[in-house]
């Protein structure tokens, strides 16, 4: 069964630094979403991505934050100027059909020292 | 914005006993709600979902109910076992350009003993 991927599953990062995680969506899919889960939190919603372009964001995606995708099979979330703040799981996830099911990736553990 | 309260937190039972777990929100737009079990260390992954035209569905152990009205959704899992011991989140999503986009609750760690 095709699945979400990312790359690094963890990465360290010092506070400052650009960080770039990487996600491979399943194939077929259009729609892809980064989220943020904080050690022992819920998750959060950060930004959703359609046709090239970035449909909704949350108010934690400000301008430090970018997504895009490079070629036909990457979708990747930027961080300018990593916080300590900052450090939390990133899950990306990706859905086939308008409304539909969301499938999640295994997360990318950020590190800010 | 939407909110999502989500109780309880930590939830404890035995094997073959059921466990309810209970959400409430504030936006009348959302119109998704999806349950996600997350394993430790593992991704969200979808167990069930209800959206607002229908005010129940039972998927074999696990069951969800919506009252629109009151504006609060329930998870129910019958015959427990000690594999449903995982941390289950509620959302409550509104349509965005193709998307639902979700607010989640906090999150409920369910433990099952043997």
């Known amino acids: 069964e095709p699945e979400v991927t990312q790359t690094p599953s963890h990465q360290v990062t010092q506070m400052g630094q650009e960080v770039i995680l990487r996600c491979v969506p399943i194939?077929?899919?259009?729609?892809f979403y980064w989220y943020r889960q904080i050690l022992g939190q819920k998750v959060e919603f950060l930004v959703s991505?359609?046709?090239?372009?970035?449909?909704?964001k949350s108010e934690i995606f400000d301008d430090q934050f970018s997504v895009e995708r490079p070629d036909g099979s990457n979708f990747t979330l930027k961080i300018r100027s990593t916080k300590l703040e900052d450090s939390a799981m990133y899950f990306c996830?990706?859905?086939?059909?308008?409304?539909?099911?969301?499938?999640f990736g295994p997360g990318t553990r950020l590190t800010v020292l | 914005g939407e909110n999502v309260e989500q109780h309880p937190s930590t939830l404890s039972v035995q094997e073959g006993d059921s466990a309810v777990i209970k959400c409430t929100y504030s936006?009348?737009?959302?119109?998704?709600f999806p349950w996600y079990k997350q394993e430790l260390g593992k991704r969200p992954q979808l167990i069930i979902d209800?959206?607002?035209?229908?005010g129940e569905k039972k998927d074999q152990r696990i069951a969800v109910t919506l009252n629109k009205t009151a504006k609060h959704f329930s998870l129910h899992i019958t015959e427990t076992q000690p594999e449903d011991s995982a941390v289950y989140f509620c959302?409550?999503?509104?349509?965005?350009?193709?998307?639902?986009?979700?607010?989640f609750g906090r999150g409920t760690s369910l433990i099952v003993h043997p």
């Open positions: 996830a990706s859905t086939g059909e308008a409304y539909n099911e969301q499938f």
């Open positions: 194939s077929n899919h259009l729609y």
């Open positions: 991505f359609y046709n090239n372009e970035i449909s909704e």
């Open positions: 936006d009348s737009a959302s119109n998704y």
């Open positions: 209800i959206r607002s035209n229908v």
């Open positions: 959302a409550a999503s509104i349509r965005s350009g193709g998307s639902y986009i979700p607010t």
